[in-house]
């Protein structure tokens, strides 16, 4: 049973940053695809930034501030998250699938919260 954990998530202020990761307990140097998803209350999931192939692709309202990285070493898939706004509170998931004909695996979530 494939599993991913994030971590990095907490309270910070507006204009903060945070690095969230997330493990895989297999191998992700060969992947389909990867990348960070997140729920805020009473909202809908929606794509944060993911790799696909040999292309990274970043919600627009993240773009210039947030930055999706692959340690293939490590398993981990961190997202670096700078000028954090209140908006941006939610729970942050991580998703992976090794084959484009595989069902996604995801991780339990880590919760970020802007706020002074």
């Known amino acids: 049973q494939v599993e991913l954990v994030e971590s990095g998530g907490g309270l910070v202020q507006p204009g903060g940053s945070l690095r969230l990761s997330c493990t895989s307990s297999?191998?992700?140097?060969?992947?389909?695809?990867m990348g960070w998803y997140r729920q805020a209350p009473g909202k809908q999931r929606e794509l944060v930034a993911r790799?696909?192939?040999?292309?990274?692709n970043y919600a627009d309202s993240v773009k210039g501030r947030f930055t999706i990285v692959r340690d293939n070493a490590k398993n981990t898939l961190y997202l670096q998250m700078n000028s954090l706004k209140p908006k941006n509170t939610a729970v942050y998931s991580c998703?992976?699938?090794?084959?484009?004909?595989?069902?996604?695996?995801w991780g339990q979530g880590t919760q970020v919260t802007i706020a002074s």
């Open positions: 998703d992976t699938r090794w084959d484009p004909f595989d069902g996604s695996v």
């Open positions: 297999r191998s992700i140097s060969v992947i389909f695809t």
């Open positions: 790799f696909t192939g040999g292309s990274t």
